[in-house]
């Protein structure tokens, strides 16, 4: 079985598997760590396999990349990118950054390596709000690639963000209609959502966090129903962290060719590609000198930040 066969690969060339949730349910049942994208980055961290296999998007193995350039950082698949990261092109991004030079620049991890050398530092869902509240509060800030995101910082903090345009599809293909009516279904039902989601799904959210934030909820009231307005691939470690609940995926839009939100980028890695990836040991991730110089201090700002 193959699950079998990436385990004795995985012990033989010291590698660890990291996983996002938003991965298949074979793929997070071999990986040696499922987690949000603090975790994943905290993992990477301090990991001491020779290679680091990064069952997620681009983005992700391009920063355990930055974190580590002396290991072999690898991608099941080269192509999954991240909507976000492409909404955000270095050269319109240095534009805005250089028309405003007094502003400190905050992005979300969900970026180009190119977009983070030009940070002062990078956040995550879990932490963009704290990362904010760092900065004396007469700095003005940047915020981006996530309007999002910021959105529901400038809400939590009180403060004023200079926005980037930049979005996640798969958080913008919930339909608010079908959401309404799904509440109007079962009103016993906690609704909680990821701050990628729309301002107008996010006011119906009892609670509002990472995936692994998501997870900590629930688990605080086991015996819940709850409407998940997140990727759909959260839904296997949700509910195998909490059997009893009752799990129901906040409703896409008409044009969405799933019932639920999914992510058409972290469906790209499939096990045989992992497999394959992990055996060729390609692809690779690999970053400019230059970039991973510049991109190594905001992440480890974030990282201390976090700590
Ligand atoms: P987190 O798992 O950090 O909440 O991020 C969600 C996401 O969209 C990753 O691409
Ligand atoms: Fe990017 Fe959205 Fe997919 Fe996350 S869910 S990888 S933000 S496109």
Known sequence: MLQHKIAELKKQKNAVILAHYYQIPEIQEVADYVGDSLGLS????????????????????E?????????KVLLPDVN?????AESCPPEAFQKFINSHPDHLVITY????????AMSDIVCTSSNAVAIVNSVPEDKPIIFAPDKNLGRYVMQETGRELLLWDGSCVVHEAFSADKLISLIQQHPDAKIIAHPESETHILKTANYIGSTAGMISFVKQHPEHKFIVATEAG????????????????????????????ECAFMKMNTLEKLYNC?????????????IQNKALYPINRMLELSA
């Open 63 to 71: 920063t355990a990349k930055i974190l580590n350039p002396s290991k």
């Open 234 to 261: 959260i839904l296997y470690k949700m509910q195998e962290a909490v059997p009893q609940a009752t799990l129901i995926p906040a409703p896409a839009k008409e044009d969405n060719n799933c019932a639920c939100s």
């Open 80 to 84: 999954a990118g991240c909507s976000l």
């Open 109 to 116: 991890v969900n970026c180009s390596a190119e977009i983070k």
């Open 42 to 61: 905290q993992k990477a961290a301090e990991t001491d396999a020779d290679m680091i296999v990064f069952a997620g998007v681009h983005f992700m193995a």
């Open 278 to 290: 992990l055996q060729m040991e390609a692809p690779e991730i690999l970053v400019a000198e230059d």
